[in-house]
C-alpha cells in the first residue's frame, strides 16, 4: 500500500505509522462528561467505505496525516497535514 | 532424442550434468527437462501418494510431476522443477520421493493400496486403536508424505530484497507483453518489463508462427534488442511477478544465480522485489490443460504445446511415434510441427466429430483416448470412436484440453473471473485490480495477431492514463487463428483412475466421492481431494476438477466458480522474504559511545529496544553475574560507579509555550519549574494510565530538556508530535531528539562528587549543584551538561557531552572511579540499586497502571487540565479493589521471589479467582542481604505488614513474604541530598 | 588534567569499495537542527539568508554548497550542515539545537548508487525523479535516514548511535550489487 504525504510525495506503507481514528482530533476537554470520554477513547463507527483516520509519517517527515481510507478497497482518498485540517467533523 | 537442426540452443555450448547419479550432455539454452529428454530420460519423478513413474509433462513453471531436488549437501534445493531449472556445466539433479530408486521404488506399494488411500482417507481409516495415531500412523503418514526434502542444515544461501518504481509493469514477454512495453516506451513511459524465462518471448519461441514477416523468436530477439537499448526500459528476466497487492504494489521473485554453478558468496541466489508500478499489464499468457482419461500421467503424456515447445525451441522430440490427443485446432500444430520435424505421429485424436484439421497422419476424428500401456514409459494407447477400439503404439501421448488464461493476479484482491464461452476458458474480470490491464492470452486474446494487438491496446490505456502522448501505431502482422474449441474434460463410460492433480495424486473418482460425501462446493471439493493444493496450485487440474464437480452438481461451470487465487503465483523461499534478516541482519543494532571500552573490559550485554547495554563488568576471581553485580551494588552505595545512561531518550523542546506544552503533556506541573532545576514527571495515555516517566530539565525560560526511558523513546517522541500537531497546533512549540547527540553517564556514589569535581571546571558543591538541579559544565575545554539526578539514591549526577567525546569521558571516569575504589557498573546492579530504592521501570509502569495504581494520584495536578486528566476520574481506576505497588520481602531471609508470580492471601487456593496481585520486578539485595521484590497488590497500601504468598506456577515456587512500602532503603532520601 | 579526545563511530569502517561504488565518511564540522516558530517562516528565511546567504528550501530540496547546506529535514524542520553554525539572529525566529553529534554523514558515490540503494530503501532514487538537490526523509534498511543527491554523491545521513550497524548493512548491498554485475548471462 502506498499513502501520498502532502510534504514528501507518494511513499511506502512502510514508512508511516497507524495513529487511530480521526475522532481523535476532536477531544473531550477537562469538564467534559465521562460518556462523552468514554466515546472518544472507545466507541467507533466500522464502515464498510471510506473512513478517516490519522496516520504518522514517522520515518519520513514526522507530519502528522489525516487520512481518508476505503475500508473495502484499501484505497486511499485523500490525504492531509492534520495540524492543519478542519476540526470538528462527524 | 535431439533433432538434427533448428532449437534456440547453442550447439557449440555443449554442458555436462548428472542426474541420479548418471552423466549426461546438454547443451547451453536446455532445461533440465529438455536435455533429459534429448537423452531419452523420460521417468522423472514419483507421485506423491502412489508414487506411480512420472515424466516431465509441460515445459513451464505449471510443471507438476518434475519435481527434483539441485545440488547435494547442506544447500540441497527441493522441489526444483526441470523445466525451470537451466542446466550448467556440473549441475547434480535427483528425482524425489522414491526408495531406493527412481524405476525401483518400493512405496508404490501405495499404488496396489489406492483403493483405501482415496480422497480424505485419513478421516476414515487408521482411527484404531486411537493411541497408535500419535505413536505409529501419523509418523509413518508424515515420514511418507511430502516430495523433496530440505537438508536441515542452516540455508548459508544469500537472499536480496529490493525495491523498484515504474510507470508501467509489464509482466510477461511473450508477443502482447513485447509490444506492450515497446508501445509504453516509446510513449515515454519508465517500464519495467518481466518475464519469468531466461529467454525472452513467452510461446513466440516455442512455435512455428511469423510475426511481422519474421521468425516468431527472431521478431522476439530484435525486440528485446529495441527495449534493452532504450533508457527508460528495464529488461527483468527469470523474475516471476508473483502476487498483485494495494496501491498499484507487486511482488516479484527474480532467480539470480540458480542458472550458475559456481555463484559468489556475495551474489544472492534469489532477490525479491517490490515493485511500485503507476499501471501494470498482465500479459502473462495462458497455460494449456489436459484431459483426464484413465491412466493419463504415465511418462511420455504430455501438454500438446509442451511437445511442439521442446521440438521448436529445444530441438528435442520427447519420443519417436507421437500421438495426439485434443477438442481443439490448436492441438493440430503439434501434429504439423512435429511431422515438419521428421516424426512420426501415430494418430491425431480429436474428439470433435467436425474437427477440420488435415495432415499426413492418420486422423480420429469423433474418438477419445480410454486408457495407456507402459509402466516406466508409455508404449501404447487405447482409441475409441465411431469406427470401434484400436490399440496404438505410441511412446509420446500429447494432449491438448484447450488453454487457460493465466488470470492469477487479477484474483488476488478478491477478484474472480468470469467465463468466457467461446475459448471455454475463464478470463479475468474488468478493473478486478485497480490500474491492472490484462492483456494478450491472458485476457483470452488467443491468437498473436490478437495479442500484438491487445499488447499494444493496453500500452495505449495506459499512457493515457499516465497523460502520456501515444506513438504512432506500429503493430507488426501475425497468425490470427486455430483457436476453435469444443469444450470436453474428461472420457466417460471407462474403467481405470483418471488423472486431475497430478501432483497431489486426486482422480476424477476422488472429486465424484468427495460430491458423495457431500462436499459439494468447489472451495470444499478443493479441502477434501486437495485437489489444486500442492506447489503447482491447480494449474493443470482446477479447471478440470470445477467441471467434472459442474456435471455432477447439474450448477454450469460458470455458477461453480473457481476457488480463491493467492499469492505466490509460483513458490517462494522464505529465504527470499526473509532477504537480509539473518543473524545481524535481522534489526538495527543501536550501540553507545562506552561500548568499545565496555567490550574490552569483558562486559556481556543485553539488549534494550534495539541498544546493547552491559549487564555487568566482571573482575578477575568473578565466576557468577551474580558476584559481579552484588559488588558493582556495593561499590555504588560506598564509593562510586559509573553507568552509561545515554540510551534514555532526551528531547530538547523549545518555544514561547513549552511550558504550556509540558504541563498538558506531564500529568504533573512544569510551568511552574526554575531554569536550572530538575523534576521528575508521570506522563499519562488518555485512558489515564501511566504511559512513561522520566526527568525534565528546564533550561531556559522556554528550552527544556526531556528524558525518556530507553525503550519508549520513539513511542513517546511520537506521542509529543502527536499532541503538537493533532491535539494543539495552537501551541507554539518545537520538539527535537537529541538522544544520539549527547553521551550521557551516571556517576553515582558518596563520593560521586569528589570525582567529578577533578574533571569539571565549575563549582558543584552542594550549594551550587543541589540535588535537582542542572546546569552547563565544561569538562577539558568541551562543553556539557550536568545533572544533579539520581537513580541509585545515592548522591549522584549525571554529566553529558557531545557524543564525539563519549568514550573519552567514559574512560576518563571509569580511571578516575577505579582510582576511588569505584568503577564501572552494569544493567544488573542498576536494577538492584533502584529496586532498593522503589524507583519505577516498564515492570511496573507496564500500560495498565494508573497513578492511582502507582501511590502518586497526587503528581496529577488539579489545577489544570493534562493528557489522561478525565479518565483517572473513572470509577475503577481508583479505589481498594485496585491492585496498588507496594514492596516485598520474603518472610524467610534466603527465599527467592520470582517476577511474574501471582500473590495469593495466606490459606487461599492458588487459583485465578483467588488472585491479588503479581511482582513486577525482584533481585537480592546485597545492600540489606535479602531478596527485594516490588509488585501490584489488591488494596495493598492498606496491607503493608500482613503475610502474603507468592507462587510462580510455572517453576514451581512458593514463598511467603512481608507486604511492605515500596520503598527499603533510606526512604527519606538523605543520601541523594549529601 | 584530562584530555576528551573526539572519536567517529565509523571512520574505522570506511571507505568501503565494491564494483564501481565507494562509501566514505563525510565529516561536516556542524549540524544544526532549526525548527520555526508558528509563523515565523518568513522572518527566518530572512535572518538565514542575510546573515547565510540561504533561504529556506522548500519542502523535498536542499540548498547551498559542501561546505553550508541548508537542508528541509521534515514538518517543520530544516538542518543547517557544514561548515557553519546559525547566526545568532536565527534563534529570534526558530528553535535552533546542536545535533553536530547526532547524525553521522556518509557518502555513497559511483555508478552503482541507484541499484545499491534499491536494496535499502523504498525511495524512488531515480536521477530524472530525485535529481541533484533533492533530498528525503525515508527509511533506509529499517533506520531513520536522510537523503540529499548533492554533486557528488548520494549524501546518506543516519543516527550516530544506528551508524556502524548501518554502514555495514549498506556494504553489504555493495556487495551483493557488486557480485551479480559479474554474473553470467
Redesign the interface.
Known amino acids: ?2 499513502i501520498t504525504c502532502p510534504l514528501c510525495g ?1 511513499r ?2 512502510r514508512e508511516f ?1 497507524y ?1 487511530g481514528a480521526a475522532v ?2 476532536d ?4 469538564d ?1 462528561d ?1 460518556d462523552a ?1 468514554d466515546a ?2 472507545h466507541l467507533r463507527d466500522n464502515p464498510a467505505g471510506p473512513t478517516e483516520e ?1 496516520w ?1 509519517h ?1 520515518m519520513g517527515c ?3 496525516l489525516k487520512v481518508r481510507r476505503d475500508t473495502v ?4 482518498l485523500g490525504t492531509a ?4 485540517a478542519k476540526r470538528g467533523a462527524g | 532424442m535431439r533433432l538434427d537442426t533448428g532449437g534456440l540452443i547453442d550447439r557449440d555450448a555443449p554442458l555436462r550434468f548428472r542426474f541420479d547419479g548418471k552423466g549426461h550432455a546438454g547443451l547451453k539454452g536446455d532445461t533440465l527437462a529438455s536435455a533429459l529428454l534429448a537423452n531419452g530420460v523420460r521417468l522423472m519423478g514419483r507421485s506423491f501418494k502412489y508414487h506411480r513413474p512420472r515424466g516431465v509433462m509441460t515445459a513451464g513453471s505449471e510443471e507438476p510431476n518434475a519435481l527434483v531436488q539441485i545440488g547435494a549437501g547442506d544447500q540441497v534445493a527441493p522441489n526444483i522443477r526441470a523445466t525451470q531449472q537451466e542446466i550448467y556445466d556440473g549441475l547434480t539433479a535427483t528425482s524425489q520421493n522414491r526408495w531406493p530408486s527412481l524405476r525401483t521404488d518400493l512405496l508404490a506399494v501405495n499404488d496396489w493400496l489406492s483403493p483405501f488411500l482415496g480422497a480424505g482417507f485419513y478421516y476414515k481409516t487408521f482411527m484404531w486403536p486411537r493411541s497408535f495415531w500419535e505413536k505409529l500412523y501419523e509418523p509413518v503418514i508424515r515420514r511418507a508424505a511430502g516430495l523433496g526434502a530440505l537438508s536441515g542444515a542452516t540455508d548459508t544461501a ?1 537472499y ?6 515504474c510507470d508501467v509493469l509489464v509482466i510477461g514477454a511473450g508477443p502482447a507483453g513485447l509490444m506492450a512495453a515497446l508501445t509504453a516506451a516509446r510513449g515515454g513511459a ?1 517500464v519495467i518489463l518481466a518475464d519469468e524465462d531466461f529467454r525472452p518471448g513467452g510461446r513466440l519461441n516455442a512455435e512455428r508462427e511469423e510475426v511481422g514477416g519474421l521468425p516468431g523468436h527472431l521478431w522476439a530477439e530484435e525486440t528485446i534488442r529495441t527495449l534493452a537499448e532504450m533508457d527508460n526500459v528495464r529488461i527483468m528476466r527469470r523474475t516471476t511477478v508473483t502476487g498483485a ?5 507487486y511482488g516479484a521473485l527474480e532467480r ?2 540458480e ?2 554453478g559456481d ?6 541466489v534469489q532477490t525479491f522485489w ?1 515493485i ?1 508500478a503507476r499501471r501494470a499489464i498482465l500479459a502473462a499468457g495462458a497455460t494449456e490443460r489436459p484431459i483426464a482419461f484413465p491412466d493419463n500421467d504415465r511418462p511420455g503424456v504430455m501438454l500438446a504445446g509442451a511437445v511442439r515447445a521442446y521440438a521448436n525451441r529445444w530441438a528435442v522430440a520427447p519420443g519417436k511415434r507421437i500421438a495426439i490427443f485434443g477438442n481443439n485446432d490448436d492441438a493440430w500444430r503439434t501434429a504439423r510441427d512435429l511431422a515438419a520435424a521428421g516424426v512420426e505421429i501415430a494418430a491425431m485424436i480429436d474428439t470433435r466429430a467436425d474437427a477440420a484439421g488435415t495432415g499426413d497422419f492418420p486422423v480420429h476424428r469423433g474418438a477419445v483416448v480410454t486408457g495407456t500401456r507402459g509402466r516406466l514409459g508409455l508404449t501404447g494407447l487405447s482409441v475409441e470412436g465411431a469406427g470401434g477400439r484400436e490399440e496404438i503404439a505410441a511412446d509420446t501421448l500429447a494432449v491438448s484440453g484447450g488453454w487457460n488464461p493465466a488470470v492469477h493476479l487479477t484474483c488476488h484482491m478478491n477478484g474472480r473471473p468470469v467465463w468466457d464461452a467461446a475459448i471455454a476458458a475463464f478470463v479475468p474480470a474488468e478493473n478486478a485490480v ?1 490500474g491492472l490491464l490484462p492483456a494478450g492470452a491472458a485476457a483470452g486474446r488467443m491468437t498473436t495477431a490478437a495479442a500484438l494487438a491487445s499488447g499494444d491496446a493496453a500500452a495505449r490505456t495506459a499512457l493515457e492514463a499516465l497523460g502520456a502522448a501515444a506513438p504512432t501505431p506500429d503493430v507488426p502482422q501475425a497468425e490470427d487463428g486455430g483457436t476453435a474449441i469444443t469444450p470436453f474434460w474428461h472420457v466417460t463410460g471407462t474403467r481405470g483412475r483418471a488423472w486431475l492433480d497430478f501432483q497431489n495424486d486426486v482422480t476424477v473418482k476422488d472429486v465424484k466421492l468427495a460430491h458423495q460425501e457431500n462436499f459439494r462446493s468447489v472451495e470444499h471439493m478443493k479441502r477434501y481431494t486437495t485437489l489444486g493444493m500442492a506447489t503447482d496450485q491447480g494449474k493443470l487440474s482446477n479447471i478440470g476438477a470445477l467441471a467434472v464437480l459442474s456435471e455432477l452438481t447439474g450448477r454450469p461451470i460458470p455458477e461453480t466458480g473457481t476457488t480463491t487465487f493467492r499469492p505466490p503465483y509460483t513458490p517462494v523461499r522464505i529465504g527470499a522474504l526473509g532477504a ?1 534478516a539473518r543473524g ?2 535481522f ?7 562506552s561500548h568499545e571500552a565496555s567490550r574490552a573490559r569483558g562486559a556481556p550485554f543485553i539488549e534494550a529496544g534495539l ?1 546493547y547495554r552491559p549487564s555487568y563488568f566482571p573482575r578477575p576471581g568473578e565466576t557468577t553475574w551474580r558476584e559481579s553485580c552484588d559488588r558493582e551494588v556495593r561499590m555504588v552505595r560506598d564509593s562510586v560507579g559509573v553507568a552509561d545512561v545515554s540510551t534514555l531518550g532526551k528531547i ?1 523542546i ?3 509555550d513549552a511550558a504550556a506544552f509540558l504541563d498538558f503533556v506531564y500529568a504533573n506541573t512544569f510551568s511552574t519549574l526554575k531554569p536550572g532545576r530538575v523534576r521528575y514527571g508521570i506522563m499519562l495515555r ?2 489515564g494510565h501511566v504511559m512513561d516517566d522520566g526527568t525534565t530539565a528546564r533550561l531556559d525560560d522556554h528550552r527544556f530538556l526531556m528524558t525518556t526511558t530507553t525503550a519508549a523513546a ?1 513511542q513517546v517522541m ?1 506521542h509529543l ?2 499532541v ?4 494543539r ?1 495552537d501551541l ?1 512549540v ?1 520538539t ?8 550521557q553517564f551516571a556517576v553515582a556514589g558518596p563520593k560521586a562528587r569528589d570525582l567529578l569535581d577533578s ?1 569539571v571546571d565549575e563549582d558543584i558543591a552542594d550549594a551550587a549543584f543541589p540535588f535537582m538541579s542542572c546546569g552547563p559544565v565544561t ?4 562543553a556539557g551538561r550536568l545533572f544533579r539526578i539520581s537513580f541509585s539514591g545515592e548522591l549522584a549526577y549525571e554529566i553529558a ?9 567514559f574512560r ?1 571516569l571509569v580511571t578516575r572511579a577505579e582510582s576511588l575504589e569505584g568503577g564501572a557498573y552494569g544493567m544488573e546492579a542498576l536494577n538492584v540499586l533502584r529496586i532498593e530504592k522503589g524507583f519505577l521501570t516498564h515492570a511496573e509502569l507496564h500500560g495498565r497502571t494508573t497513578p492511582f495504581d502507582l501511590g502518586m494520584a497526587r503528581m496529577v495536578s488539579g489545577a489544570k ?1 493534562c493528557i489522561g ?3 483517572t ?2 470509577p475503577g481506576l481508583n479505589g481498594p479493589e485496585r491492585e496498588q505497588l507496594v514492596g516485598l520481602k520474603p518472610v524467610a531471609a534466603g527465599a527467592e521471589i520470582l517476577p511474574g508470580a501471582h500473590l495469593f492471601s495466606e490459606g487461599a487456593e492458588a487459583v485465578r479467582v483467588n488472585d491479588q496481585g503479581y511482582v513486577t520486578s525482584a533481585g537480592f539485595s546485597p545492600t540489606l542481604n535479602t531478596t527485594l521484590a516490588l509488585g501490584f497488590l489488591r488494596d495493598g497500601r492498606a496491607r503493608h505488614g500482613e503475610t502474603i504468598r507468592m507462587v510462580d506456577h510455572l517453576r514451581g515456587v512458593e514463598t511467603a513474604c512481608t507486604v511492605c512500602p515500596p520503598v527499603f532503603f533510606d526512604p527519606e532520601g538523605s543520601r541523594v541530598r549529601g | ?9 565509523v571512520a574505522d569502517l570506511l571507505p568501503v569499495e565494491a564494483g564501481s561504488c565507494r562509501l566514505v565518511a563525510c565529516a561536516p564540522a556542524a549540524i544544526t ?1 532549526i ?4 509563523g515565523a517562516e518568513e522572518a527566518l528565511s530572512q535572518a538565514l539568508d542575510s546573515a547565510h546567504g540561504l533561504a529556506l528550501p522548500p519542502a523535498g530540496r536542499a540548498a547551498g554548497t559542501p561546505g553550508a547546506r541548508l537542508i528541509w529535514a521534515g ?3 530544516y538542518m543547517l550542515v557544514g561548515e557553519i553554525a546559525p547566526d545568532a539572529a536565527v534563534a529570534a525566529h ?10 553521522v554523514v556518509l557518502r555513497l558515490e559511483g555508478a552503482g548508487t541507484e541499484s545499491v540503494l ?2 535499502l ?4 532514487l ?1 536521477p ?2 530525485f535529481k541533484r538537490g533533492h533530498t528525503a526523509r525515508t527509511e533506509l ?3 531513520m535516514a536522510v537523503l540529499t543527491r548533492t554533486g557528488e554523491g548520494m549524501e546518506i545521513m543516519l ?4 551508524a ?3 554502514v ?2 549498506i556494504a ?2 555493495m ?2 550489487v ?3 554485475a ?3 548471462d
Open positions: 500500500m502506498r507518494d511506502d506503507l505509522t495513529g481523535y482530533m477531544r473531550p476537554g477537562a467534559a465521562l470520554l472518544y477513547l490519522l504518522s514517522d514526522r507530519a502528522w478497497t484499501h484505497e486511499i497535514l492534520a495540524a492543519e | 544469500r536480496d530484497k529490493a525495491f523498484a518504481h519508465d497487492y494495494d496501491g498499484g504494489t539470480v544465480g542458472h550458475v555463484l559468489p558468496d556475495a551474489a544472492p517490490r511500485a485497480p537480509h545481524s541482519g534489526a538495527p543494532q543501536r550501540y553507545t559511545t541498544w530538547d523549545q518555544g514561547p488518555e485512558d520513539g511520537r508530535e502527536y503538537q500537531q493533532v491535539l497546533p507554539d518545537q527535537l531528539s537529541v538522544t544520539d547527540h549527547w553521551a574533571l569538562v577539558a575545554g568541551v557531552v557531545p557524543a564525539r567525546y563519549g568514550d573519552a569521558l576518563a487540565d486528566k478525565l479518565a476520574t473513572r | 588534567m584530562v584530555e576528551l579526545i573526539a572519536k567517529s563511530p537542527a525548527a520555526p516558530y508558528a514538518y517543520r524542520q526558530a528553535a535552533v539545537t546542536d545535533l553536530s553529534d547526532g547524525w534499491a536494496r530503501t523504498p525511495l524512488d531515480d530524472g525523479v534498511a529499517h533506520m543516527m550516530r548511535s544506528f556502524r550497524w548501518g555495514a548493512r553489504e548491498a556487495e551483493s557488486a557480485a551479480q559479474g554474473l553470467p
